[in-house]
Nanobody, 116 residues
Framework: QLQASGGGSVRAGGSLTLSCAARGMILSTFTTSRRAWYRQAPGKQREPVAELTSGGMTNYQDSVKGRFTISKDNSRKTVYLQMLSLEPEDTAVYYC?????????WGQGTLVTVSS
């Protein structure tokens, strides 16, 4: 139900914007849910990167603060992750997540590769 896109390969210092479209999700679910991006680097556990609560608050992992921005477009039922000043350590598969109560939706993942 979540379609993620926007990954790719960039050099250090470059930027990418990831998108996550909540196809088929009713609007009220999208607007009242918690939206987040996670990532999983090779050999590591999946970790939260950015969160956008239903109340509009944002939270970021310390390593991406000031470089990544999570946002949403309710009319498109899409969550975005703008990533600036990318570093090789940002290389990972990025997953979007939408959660409302017991309903927990994951996108298929999109690969971001940052070369030095």
């Amino acid at each position: 139900q979540l379609q993620a896109s926007g990954g790719g390969s960039v050099r250090a210092g470059g930027s990418l914007t990831l998108s996550c479209a909540a196809r088929g999700m009713i609007l009220s679910t999208f607007t009242t849910s918690r939206r987040a991006w996670y990532r999983q680097a090779p050999g590591k556990q999946r970790e939260p990167v950015a969160e956008l609560t239903s109340g509009g608050m944002t939270n970021y992992q310390d390593s991406v603060k000031g470089r990544f921005t999570i946002s949403k477009d309710n009319s498109r039922k899409t969550v975005y992750l703008q990533m600036l000043s990318l570093e090789p350590e940002d290389t990972a598969v990025y997953y979007c997540n939408i959660k409302l109560g017991s309903r927990d939706y994951w996108g298929q993942g999109t690969l971001v590769t940052v070369s030095s």
